[in-house]
C-alpha cells in the first residue's frame, strides 16, 4: 500500500515530461545558487566561509527546516512531554501544562542551558529529550543541505581545478603528517632512544616533499 506522501509526490506530475521538466529546473537552481555561492564567498568551496557567513547560511537552513517541520504542542503529563495531537479529548481537557517547541524555541536554547535539563537542579529530562530531537534534527538537516551545496560548487569548477585541489589536500596530509612525526622524533631523541635523530629526519622530510611536489 502506497502512503499518502507517496501518493501525493506521484499526483504532482500528469507525465513523465512534465516530471522531467522540473527536474531540469530544479537542477538548474541548484546550479544558480552554487554560483552565487562561490561569488559571495572567496576561494568557495575550496576554502572554508567566515564565521558571519557561515551564520548567514545556517539562518537560511534554519528558515527552511522551520518551513518542512513546523512547531508542535506539547503536553506535560506526569514527566513526560506528549505531542498533543496524539491524545484524546478526553486527554486534552485534562493537560495542565502545554508547550509549542519548534525551530526558534529550540535556537534560543543555549548549549549550557541545554546541558542542565539533562541533569541537576534544573534538570527536565523530558524537555530535554524533546529538545534533543529537534537539535539532532535541525543539525542534520544544516550538515547535508551544506554538503550539498559545495558538492554542487565542485561541480561546476573547472577539471583541471578539481584535479589540482585534490592533489594539494593530499600534500597537505602529507606534510602534517610529518609534522607529527617529526615532534614525536624530538621527543623521542630526549628520551635517548639512538634510533631517533631528529636533524636527519628533518633532513630526510625535505628530501621527500620536495621530490613528491615535483614528481611531476
Known amino acids: 500500500m502506497k502512503s499518502n506522501t507517496t501518493i501525493a509526490v506521484l499526483e504532482t506530475f500528469d507525465s513523465l515530461a512534465t516530471m522531467a521538466q522540473n527536474q531540469a529546473q530544479v537542477s ?30 545556517n539562518e537560511g537552513y534554519h528558515r527552511q527546516y522551520a518551513v ?10 506526569n514527566e513526560s512531554l506528549i505531542e ?31 546541558a542542565k535539563m539533562k541533569t541537576g537542579k534544573e534538570a527536565d529530562p523530558a524537555l530535554h529529550a524533546v529538545l534533543k530531537q529537534w537539535r539532532d534534527g535541525l543539525s542534520n ?5 551544506y554538503k550539498n551545496l559545495v558538492s ?13 585541489k585534490a592533489t ?22 630526549g628520551k635517548g632512544d639512538t ?14 616533499l620536495s621530490t613528491y611536489k615535483h614528481a611531476e
Open 28 to 57: 538548474d537552481t541548484l546550479a544558480n545558487h552554487a554560483r552565487y555561492a562561490m561569488s559571495k564567498i572567496v576561494g568557495f568551496p575550496n576554502t572554508e566561509p567566515s564565521k558571519e557567513q557561515m551564520a548567514q547560511l
Open 68 to 77: 518542512s517541520h513546523p512547531n508542535k504542542t506539547y503536553a506535560r503529563i
Open 84 to 114: 498533543w495531537e496524539t491524545l484524546t479529548k478526553e486527554q486534552q481537557s485534562k493537560v495542565k501544562e502545554k508547550l509549542v517547541i519548534g525551530v526558534d524555541y529550540t535556537l534560543a536554547i543555549t548549549t549550557q542551558k541545554f
Open 141 to 145: 538537516y544544516r550538515n547535508a543541505k
Open 152 to 164: 554542487k560548487c565542485k561541480e561546476l569548477m573547472p577539471k583541471a581545478e578539481r584535479t589540482r
Open 168 to 189: 594539494e589536500d593530499f600534500i597537505i596530509r602529507i606534510g602534517e603528517v610529518f609534522d607529527a612525526l617529526e615532534k614525536s622524533c624530538k621527543i623521542a631523541e
Open 195 to 208: 634510533t631517533a635523530n631528529a636533524k636527519l629526519f628533518i633532513q630526510a622530510k625535505i628530501k621527500f
